[in-house]
């Protein structure tokens, strides 16, 4: 029975953070984060070092606050108009319930769908979760995205991913 209420908690916050997201709410997004923390887009490849290779995406704590505040004050100009985004959570399942520094680990498969000057495009992923325990409830350590077609050409993603 625990389990179960720890997979409805992870779940809550799974879908949380793609509501804040899709939103475009970036305050309230970037409150989900813990500190360190890091949000990975890999490029081509599942698994490597990111500290030396290509990323799509790999931000820590202060690049997410930077990409968030390019977002809310109007600095990321590829976001004029804004994209619309829209995307499905699925499949979470929590791997490990214990991990290191009172984290929980979990997978989920989300569909994302992006409008933008009459243009949509739809991204598909497998997305890697490390999230701490606080009083207060989860914070996001780490986000891995593993977008299916990351070894393709891609458009602007400069939204949330």
């Given at each position: 029975m625990k389990d179960l209420e720890l997979v409805g908690d992870v779940t809550d916050f799974l879908l949380l953070e793609a509501e804040l997201a899709d939103a475009s709410a970036y305050d309230e997004w970037l409150a989900l984060w813990d500190d360190p923390c890091t949000y990975w887009v890999p490029c081509n490849l599942d698994d490597?070092?990111?500290?030396?290779?290509?990323?799509?995406?790999?931000?820590?704590?202060?690049?997410?606050?930077?990409?968030?505040?390019?977002?809310t004050a109007g600095g990321a100009h590829s976001q004029e108009p804004r994209s619309k985004v829209c995307r499905v959570v699925g499949n979470i399942r929590v791997v490990n319930p214990h991990g290191e520094d009172d984290t929980v680990e979990a997978?989920?498969?989300?569909?994302?769908?992006?409008?933008?000057?009459?243009?949509?495009?739809?991204?598909?992923?497998?997305?890697?979760?490390?999230?701490?325990?606080?009083?207060?409830?989860?914070?996001?350590?780490?986000?891995?995205?593993l977008l299916l077609d990351a070894d393709e050409p891609l458009g602007n993603m400069t939204f949330l991913i």
């Open positions: 490597y070092d990111p500290t030396k290779h290509v990323s799509i995406i790999y931000d820590d704590r202060a690049r997410l606050e930077e990409r968030c505040f390019r977002l997978t989920a498969r989300t569909i994302l769908v992006e409008l933008r000057l009459g243009r949509k495009s739809v991204y598909a992923a497998r997305v890697h979760y490390t999230l701490r325990r606080t009083p207060e409830g989860f914070k996001l350590r780490h986000k891995k995205v």
